[in-house]
C-alpha cells in the first residue's frame, strides 16, 4: 500500500483531456514519454486537464464552503469544523485526507502541463501563445496552492520565518520525488505570488468564465494579499491590492457585469455574466454525484428546514446565525427558497439555499428542461465592490468613501431594490462590510468565513469568536496535514497542536 497516494498523483498528471469550447474535461488520451506535448493543440489539451479535479469534484466546491461557513459559525452544518476537534490522530472524516488529494492532483496536473509546455521551442508554438499557457497553467498551480495554504498551513501569520507553509512542487510527482520540505509562510507566499505576477503580465484578458483569465489572477492575488494582512491588521501592500481590483472594476470586460436582476443570476448559473470564474463542467450526470453533491443533496437533505414548520420564522434555512441579519434583507427571499428531498421515496419539502441547492437532485433530473446547473461561485462582481470597499477602509478611506463601492454595488441591483448603506462611525462601516460578505456570497466561496477573521464585533471580538462565544485556537485555524502524507514524507513536520 505505500506510496499508493502518490502513485494516484502520477497517473493522474499523465492523464489529460481534450481540448474543446465547452472545457469538456473528460480524459481522451495519455500523454507519455513517446506521446509527450508537442504542439499548440497538446498544450492547450494540458493546461486544460489541470482544471479536471477543480471542475469535477466537491472538495473545491460545496464541501468545502460548508465546511468553512460551519467554522465560522454561521451554520453548524460539519460538527466537526464548527468545534474545530480536528487532529493528525482524529482526522473526524474522511474530507482532510481527499481534500489533499483532490488539490495535489491538481497541482501534478499543472505542473505536468509547466514543465513540459515550457520545453517546447518556437517550431512547434507560437511564443506568445505559449507564454500564455503557462501562465493560465501557472494560474491554476496559484489556485491550487492557496487551497493548500489556507486549509492546511499558517497562512494568516505575519511571521514570514513561520515553519508551517505549503509543500510546493515544481514537477509532477515522481517515486523519487516523494519526500519533500515544506516552505516558511514568506516563501509560501512569494511562490504563489511568482506565479500569479506571470499570471497577470501573460494571461489573456477575460472572454469565458470556464477558463482562468488575467482578471482572475489580479482579483485572487488581491484577496490573498487583504486575508493575510486583515487578519494581522496590516496594510503591507493593500494598496497594491486597491490597484489590482480597481484594474477589473475600472475596465469594461465584455461578458463580465452586474446583473441587475439577482434571481436571474442563480438561474442562469454558470451563464450568468457576473461570473468571473466558475465551476461549470458539460456532464450534468457527473455534476450531481461529484461536485454538486453538497448543493443538490446534503444541503437539502441533512441541514434544511424540514417543512412544514410553524411559526414562519422558524424558516432558518439551517442558519446558526445571522438569520436577523438576512430575513431583514430583500435578498432572503431569492436565495432561499423550497427543494424536494434529492432522494425519490422522500417527497417531503425543504426549505434552503435554493441559490446552489436549486430544485434539489431528484426534482431537478425530473424537471422540464432537466436543471442540474451547479455551479461554484469561486469570484461574482459584485464582490469586487465589497473587496473595494473593504481595502478602502483599511488603508484611511473616510466612512463615505469607503461605503461607496458597495452603494454603487447596490444600486445595480433591479431585483430586489437595495437600499444605501450609511454608517457614520468606522466600526459601523465595517459591520456593514462584514454583513455585506455573508448576505451576498454565503456558502459559494468561502468569503464569510475569512470575513470572520478579518472583522470584529464593537467588543473587538473577531467575529468568529462572537458568533460562537468563545476564543479561537490559532492552530485550529487549519487541519492537521493527512496522515497519508506524514507517513510517506518524513521530510515535514504536522502543524503545531495538531499532533
Same mark, same amino acid.
Given at each position: 500500500?505505500?506510496?499508493?497516494?502518490?502513485?494516484?498523483?502520477?497517473?493522474?498528471?499523465?492523464?489529460?483531456?481534450?481540448?474543446?469550447?465547452?472545457?469538456?474535461?473528460?480524459?481522451?488520451?495519455?500523454?507519455?514519454?513517446?506521446?509527450?506535448?508537442?504542439?499548440?493543440?497538446?498544450?492547450?489539451? &494540458?493546461? /486544460?486537464? +489541470?482544471?479536471?479535479? !477543480?471542475?469535477?469534484?466537491?472538495?473545491?466546491?460545496? %464541501? #468545502?464552503?460548508?465546511?468553512? @461557513?460551519?467554522?465560522?459559525?454561521?451554520?453548524?452544518?460539519?460538527?466537526?469544523?464548527?468545534?474545530?476537534?480536528?487532529?493528525?490522530?482524529?482526522?473526524?472524516?474522511?474530507?482532510?485526507?481527499?481534500?489533499?488529494?483532490?488539490?495535489?492532483?491538481?497541482?501534478? &496536473?499543472? /505542473?505536468? +502541463?509547466?514543465?513540459? !509546455?515550457?520545453?517546447?521551442?518556437?517550431?512547434?508554438? %507560437? #511564443?506568445?501563445?505559449?507564454? @500564455?499557457?503557462?501562465?493560465?497553467?501557472?494560474?491554476?498551480?496559484?489556485?491550487?496552492?492557496?487551497?493548500?495554504?489556507?486549509?492546511?498551513?499558517?497562512?494568516?501569520?505575519?511571521?514570514?520565518?513561520?515553519?508551517?507553509?505549503?509543500?510546493?512542487?515544481?514537477?509532477?510527482?515522481?517515486?523519487?520525488?516523494?519526500?519533500?520540505?515544506?516552505?516558511?509562510?514568506?516563501?509560501?507566499?512569494?511562490?504563489?505570488?511568482?506565479?500569479?505576477?506571470?499570471?497577470?503580465?501573460?494571461?489573456?484578458?477575460?472572454?469565458?468564465?470556464?477558463?482562468?483569465?488575467?482578471?482572475?489572477?489580479?482579483?485572487?492575488?488581491?484577496?490573498?494579499?487583504?486575508?493575510?494582512?486583515?487578519?494581522?491588521?496590516?496594510?503591507?501592500?493593500?494598496?497594491?491590492?486597491?490597484?489590482?481590483?480597481?484594474?477589473?472594476?475600472?475596465?469594461?470586460?465584455?461578458?463580465?457585469?452586474?446583473?441587475?436582476?439577482?434571481?436571474?443570476?442563480?438561474?442562469?448559473?454558470?451563464?450568468?455574466?457576473?461570473?468571473?470564474?466558475?465551476?461549470?463542467?458539460?456532464?450534468?450526470?457527473?455534476?450531481?454525484?461529484?461536485?454538486?453533491?453538497?448543493?443538490?443533496?446534503?444541503?437539502?437533505?441533512?441541514?434544511?428546514?424540514?417543512?412544514?414548520?410553524?411559526?414562519?420564522?422558524?424558516?432558518?434555512?439551517?442558519?446558526?446565525?445571522?438569520?436577523?441579519?438576512?430575513?431583514?434583507?430583500?435578498?432572503?427571499?431569492?436565495?432561499?427558497?423550497?427543494?424536494?428531498?434529492?432522494?425519490?421515496?422522500?417527497?417531503?419539502?425543504?426549505?434552503?439555499?435554493?441559490?446552489?441547492?436549486?430544485?434539489?437532485?431528484?426534482?431537478?433530473?425530473?424537471?422540464?428542461?432537466?436543471?442540474?446547473?451547479?455551479?461554484?461561485?469561486?469570484?461574482?462582481?459584485?464582490?469586487?465592490?465589497?473587496?473595494?470597499?473593504?481595502?478602502?477602509?483599511?488603508?484611511?478611506?473616510?466612512?463615505?468613501?469607503?461605503?461607496?463601492?458597495?452603494?454603487?454595488?447596490?444600486?445595480?441591483?433591479?431585483?430586489?431594490?437595495?437600499?444605501?448603506?450609511?454608517?457614520?462611525?468606522?466600526?459601523?462601516?465595517?459591520?456593514?462590510?462584514?454583513?455585506?460578505?455573508?448576505?451576498?456570497?454565503?456558502?459559494?466561496?468561502?468569503?464569510?468565513?475569512?470575513?470572520?477573521?478579518?472583522?470584529?464585533?464593537?467588543?473587538?471580538?473577531?467575529?468568529?469568536?462572537?458568533?460562537?462565544?468563545?476564543?479561537?485556537?490559532?492552530?485550529?485555524?487549519?487541519?492537521?496535514?493527512?496522515?497519508?502524507?506524514?507517513?510517506?514524507?518524513?521530510?515535514?513536520?504536522?502543524?503545531?497542536?495538531?499532533?
Amino acid at each position: 500500500m505505500k506510496k499508493i497516494f502518490y502513485i494516484a498523483l502520477i497517473v493522474f498528471g499523465l492523464v489529460i483531456s481534450s481540448c474543446e469550447d465547452n472545457l469538456d474535461l473528460t480524459p481522451s488520451y495519455s500523454l507519455n514519454e513517446t506521446n509527450a506535448i508537442a504542439n499548440a493543440e497538446d498544450a492547450r489539451a &494540458a493546461v /486544460n486537464g +489541470a482544471y479536471a479535479t !477543480i471542475v469535477n469534484t466537491d472538495n473545491f466546491s460545496g %464541501n #468545502l464552503f460548508v465546511s468553512l @461557513a460551519s467554522r465560522a459559525g454561521f451554520v453548524d452544518w460539519s460538527a466537526a469544523d464548527y468545534n474545530m476537534e480536528y487532529s493528525q490522530s482524529n482526522e473526524t472524516t474522511t474530507d482532510i485526507p481527499n481534500r489533499w488529494l483532490d488539490y495535489y492532483e491538481t497541482l501534478n &496536473a499543472a /505542473n505536468f +502541463a509547466i514543465s513540459n !509546455i515550457g520545453k517546447l521551442t518556437q517550431d512547434q508554438i %507560437n #511564443l506568445e501563445e505559449k507564454d @500564455a499557457l503557462l501562465a493560465e497553467a501557472r494560474c491554476i498551480r496559484a489556485f491550487a496552492n492557496m487551497f493548500v495554504f489556507w486549509n492546511y498551513g499558517h497562512w494568516w501569520s505575519s511571521d514570514d520565518s513561520n515553519p508551517n507553509g505549503i509543500i510546493f512542487r515544481e514537477e509532477s510527482i515522481t517515486l523519487g520525488d516523494i519526500e519533500k520540505e515544506r516552505l516558511n509562510v514568506g516563501d509560501s507566499y512569494e511562490k504563489i505570488f511568482e506565479d500569479l505576477d506571470f499570471a497577470i503580465e501573460h494571461l489573456d484578458n477575460f472572454t469565458n468564465n470556464r477558463y482562468m483569465s488575467k482578471e482572475f489572477a489580479k482579483v485572487l492575488k488581491a484577496k490573498i494579499i487583504l486575508y493575510r494582512n486583515g487578519y494581522n491588521d496590516g496594510t503591507a501592500n493593500l494598496n497594491e491590492a486597491i490597484t489590482l481590483i480597481d484594474d477589473v472594476l475600472n475596465t469594461s470586460t465584455p461578458g463580465f457585469s452586474m446583473q441587475g436582476d439577482l434571481a436571474k443570476v442563480y438561474q442562469d448559473s454558470w451563464d450568468s455574466k457576473e461570473n468571473l470564474f466558475c465551476s461549470y463542467v458539460s456532464d450534468n450526470a457527473n455534476r450531481i454525484d461529484n461536485i454538486s453533491y453538497t448543493y443538490s443533496y446534503s444541503i437539502i437533505m441533512f441541514y434544511a428546514t424540514k417543512l412544514p414548520v410553524a411559526p414562519y420564522d422558524q424558516l432558518d434555512a439551517g442558519l446558526n446565525f445571522g438569520l436577523e441579519w438576512f430575513v431583514n434583507d430583500p435578498r432572503w427571499d431569492i436565495v432561499t427558497g423550497e427543494a424536494r428531498a434529492p432522494i425519490a421515496w422522500d417527497t417531503d419539502p425543504r426549505f434552503t439555499f435554493t441559490k446552489v441547492a436549486r430544485l434539489g437532485q431528484y426534482e431537478g433530473q425530473l424537471a422540464s428542461p432537466e436543471d442540474l446547473k451547479y455551479n461554484t461561485y469561486f469570484f461574482r462582481y459584485p464582490e469586487l465592490y465589497i473587496l473595494k470597499a473593504e481595502l478602502l477602509a483599511r488603508t484611511g478611506a473616510s466612512v463615505a468613501e469607503a461605503i461607496a463601492p458597495i452603494n454603487e454595488m447596490r444600486s445595480r441591483r433591479t431585483n430586489p431594490i437595495l437600499e444605501s448603506l450609511n454608517p457614520t462611525t468606522q466600526q459601523e462601516l465595517m459591520d456593514a462590510i462584514f454583513k455585506e460578505y455573508f448576505l451576498e456570497t454565503f456558502v459559494e466561496n468561502g468569503s464569510e468565513y475569512f470575513a470572520s477573521l478579518r472583522f470584529k464585533d464593537s467588543s473587538g471580538k473577531l467575529w468568529m469568536e462572537a458568533i460562537k462565544g468563545e476564543p479561537i485556537d490559532e492552530n485550529h485555524l487549519c487541519y492537521p496535514i493527512p496522515n497519508v502524507e506524514m507517513q510517506y514524507n518524513t521530510l515535514i513536520d504536522q502543524n503545531p497542536g495538531l499532533q
